[in-house]
């Protein structure tokens, strides 16, 4: 079984670019999570989307969009890029929600370097 | 944005050895998670605990949610090389504004030496 994927596996902006991010689930998974890994710090909640919907928001600016698509794959929008948006973006996956005993599981992520 | 208070912040240890870090929270979680993180990879599962009190075994490893739901540690035994990575703890609450998301400690970065 295909685990989560993502693309580009790398990429590189200027100041005040935006950079679109992508990632595909699982498949049978529903609800896709993003995350901000910044060098030195830990993963910090940014989105979660589940059946086409966003369902809850890290505290992260309003740059920071997405949207799910109906084969339940996600898109991550950084708009008007600031050097600090530099950090490895994580998606992850999760199946039904409001099964307790379903958990995230994680693909390999997208380094993002703005210069 | 919230974090767990995870330690030790880095372990430098011999081979063979064992291993030991903990998570503390001061809000309390239905799930703690535990991951391992290896450079310029996302992290990889190792252990979820659904339950306070529940001890769980993978392998080397074994994990066990706290009965104040507000902590757990992560043991690893007779450690080998391939163990060496950043291990994260994660808190999971289904609840409220924190639906969905999880809260991951800052790490634990483990080098093994041979």
């Known amino acids: 079984e295909a685990g989560v994927t993502q693309s580009p596996t790398h990429l590189i902006k200027t100041r005040g670019q935006q950079a679109t991010l992508r990632c595909s689930p699982i498949?049978?998974?529903?609800?896709v999570y993003w995350y901000q890994q910044a060098l030195g710090l830990g993963l910090q909640f940014l989105l979660w989307?589940?059946?086409?919907?966003?369902?809850n928001r890290g505290n992260f600016p309003p740059r920071f969009s997405g949207r799910q698509f109906p084969n339940y794959s996600s898109e991550l929008n950084v708009n008007a890029l600031e050097l600090e948006d530099s950090a490895l973006y994580l998606c992850?996956?999760?199946?039904?929600?409001?099964?307790?005993?379903?958990?995230?599981?994680f693909g390999p992520g997208t380094r993002l370097l703005v210069l | 944005g919230q974090q767990l208070n995870q330690s030790p912040q880095s372990m430098f240890i011999q081979e063979g050895e064992d291993v030991s870090m903990n998570c503390t929270s001061s809000?309390?979680?239905?799930?703690w998670l535990w991951y391992k993180q290896e450079p310029g990879e996302g992290p990889v599962l190792l252990i979820a605990?659904?339950?306070?009190?529940e001890l769980t075994s993978n392998g080397r490893l074994t994990a066990q949610f706290g009965i104040t739901r507000k902590d757990s540690f992560l043991n690893i035994s007779a450690s080998i090389p391939s163990d060496v990575g950043i291990y994260f703890c994660?808190?999971?609450?289904?609840?409220?504004?924190?639906?969905?998301?999880?809260?991951f400690g800052q790490g634990t970065i483990l080098t093994v030496h041979p």
């Open positions: 989307y589940d059946e086409g919907e966003e369902r």
């Open positions: 992850a996956s999760r199946g039904q929600t409001g099964h307790s005993q379903e958990t995230q599981y």
């Open positions: 498949s049978g998974h529903t609800s």
């Open positions: 605990l659904y339950k306070a009190g």
């Open positions: 994660a808190g999971q609450w289904d609840g409220g504004t924190s639906y969905g998301k999880l809260t």
């Open positions: 809000s309390i979680f239905n799930t």
